[in-house]
């Protein structure tokens, strides 16, 4: 079974602060996707990110940044120089080959930036 | 290119109602899904498809059946609403395997009471 676990409940940043959200991951498939949604106040579920099991490099959008270490089963996600509009929710998830796709969500990080 | 729409936004229903919610695809994936959000739980999985004429119960099935007929529809059925399924619903489709991103409809805020 798969499990994702976003032990940040709820930030809160000054705008221009960095902020990082956690998320590890557990699962015993060697092939494995791991992605993160962003959510904002609207309510809608937006994807940022998807990476696979094997392709470790760091990627860099923008402002946004993502860290993904296998040896800490860890996939987290930075924001640069935060923005009001950056307030939201995030979900890490995590998907394994074969058995319908389904993705297992974490249960997300709110994420509050202040002027 | 719409995406992923549903029907309707929001609905209260009475206990012991039912209802049918309505997720339309116009991206042309074989795969479709059902989520649940709740306050503090993420998004958990009712019901998934992986093509037209295919069903199957994900983490959260009770109380929940679905079909689907065509490729780009997948409908979500309640048949005795409970106070317990009051929650946000998610529709979601991706093109075929694990590798391929989920695509989110707006979502439908249901309540029962």
């Known amino acids: 079974a798969q499990k994702v676990t976003q032990a940040q409940t709820e930030i809160s940043v000054v705008e221009k602060e960095d902020v990082t959200l956690d998320c590890v991951y557990e699962t015993r498939d060697t092939t494995y996707y791991l992605f993160w949604y962003k959510q904002p106040p609207s309510g809608e579920l937006v994807f940022l990110i998807r990476r696979n099991s094997f392709d470790e490099q760091n990627e860099i959008s923008g402002r946004y940044s993502w860290n993904f270490q296998k040896s800490t089963s860890s996939f987290n996600f930075t924001i640069t120089a935060s923005q009001v509009v950056d307030s939201a929710v995030y979900f890490c998830a995590l998907s394994v080959e074969g058995g319908g796709n389904k993705l297992t969500f974490g249960t997300g990080t709110q994420l509050k930036v202040e002027l | 290119n719409a995406g992923v729409t549903q029907t309707p936004k929001f609905r209260v229903l009475k206990t012991g109602q039912s209802m049918t919610l309505l997720c339309a695809q116009d991206m042309n994936h074989e795969y479709m899904y059902w989520y649940r959000q709740d306050p503090g739980m993420g998004l958990r999985l009712i019901h998934y498809?992986?093509?037209?004429?295919?069903?199957a119960k994900g983490e959260v099935p009770d109380g929940y059946n679905v079909s689907r007929l065509k490729k780009q529809n997948f409908l979500l059925g309640l048949e005795s609403a409970a106070p317990s399924q009051t929650s946000v619903y998610f529709c979601a489709s991706s093109y075929l395997s694990g590798r391929d991103t989920q695509y989110f409809g707006p979502g439908t805020r249901l309540t029962v009471l």
């Open positions: 498809s992986v093509g037209e004429g295919t069903t």
